[in-house]
T-cell receptor, first 114, second 112 residues
Framework: AQSVTQLGSHVSVSEGALVLLRCNYS??????LFWYVQYPNQGLQLLLK??????LVKGINGFEAEFKKSETSFHLTKPSAHMSDAAEYFC????????????FGTGTRLTIIP | ETGVTQSPTHLIKTRGQQVTLRCSSQ?????VSWYQQALGQGPQFIFQ???????GRGNFPPRFSGLQFPNYSSELNVNALELDDSALYLC???????????FGQGTRLTVV
């Protein structure tokens, strides 16, 4: 069974600082990995996805993630945090090219300190 | 805005009752997936419908059932509601079973 583990349920960073949200996966097959963002009272929005084409994946809003097979990790980063980045972030895994039937982590709430 | 609309946005039901949640998929999308997101948790896959047929199911009891219509809109039905069914229910539609899914804003169900 596939799963993802998000380390840190809450992360706080200062505006302008590096954002690093951690995700480790467990999968018996080559995984497809995703990061979603959820703003309060909203649905989920896809930030980026890894489908084996390239290990460094660039997404929307300046976010990127690097797939590291040796570490079974897919951490999300952004060089400079903005106040509008405050939200809940979810890592997810699928055994399918598409992103249906996703298995999500428990989420990381990102707070930006002015 | 994704074009996926869910109704109602909020709902309060009593334990033991039945509830129907609705999802209108984005134009041109033939696949709908449903997820349950309990408070403080990540979404959990309930089931998916592709061209009106169930195409995969998560670890949910049979009292969770669904339907997809010829226009590809979908319903999620839950019978014999339990307190633990209180959650945000998310619908996601995609153009095909293997393409990017777009999520609606969800229906928040409270069971009292």
């Amino acid at each position: 069974a596939q799963s993802v583990t998000q380390l840190g349920s809450h992360v706080s960073v200062s505006e302008g600082a590096l954002v690093l949200l951690r995700c480790n996966y467990s999968s018996s097959v080559p995984p497809y990995l995703f990061w979603y963002v959820q703003y309060p009272n909203q649905g989920l929005q896809l930030l980026l996805k890894y489908t084996s084409a390239a290990t460094l994946v660039k997404g929307i809003n300046g976010f990127e993630a690097e797939f590291k097979k040796s570490e079974t990790s897919f951490h999300l980063t952004k060089p400079s945090a903005h106040m509008s980045d405050a939200a809940e972030y979810f890592c997810a895994v699928s055994d399918n090219f598409g992103n249906e039937k996703l298995t999500f982590g428990t989420g990381t709430r990102l707070t930006i300190i002015p | 805005e994704t074009g996926v609309t869910q109704s109602p946005t909020h709902l309060i039901k009593t334990r033991g009752q039945q509830v129907t949640l609705r999802c209108s998929s984005q134009s041109g999308h033939n696949t709908v997936s449903w997820y349950q997101q309990a408070l403080g948790q990540g979404p959990q896959f309930i089931f998916q419908y592709y061209r009106e047929e169930e195409n995969g199911r998560g670890n949910f009891p049979p009292r969770f059932s669904g339907l997809q219509f010829p226009n590809y809109s979908s319903e999620l039905n839950v019978n014999a509601l339990e307190l633990d069914d209180s959650a945000l229910y998310l619908c996601a539609s995609s153009q095909d079973a293997n393409t990017e899914a777009f999520f609606g804003q969800g229906t928040r169900l409270t069971v009292v």
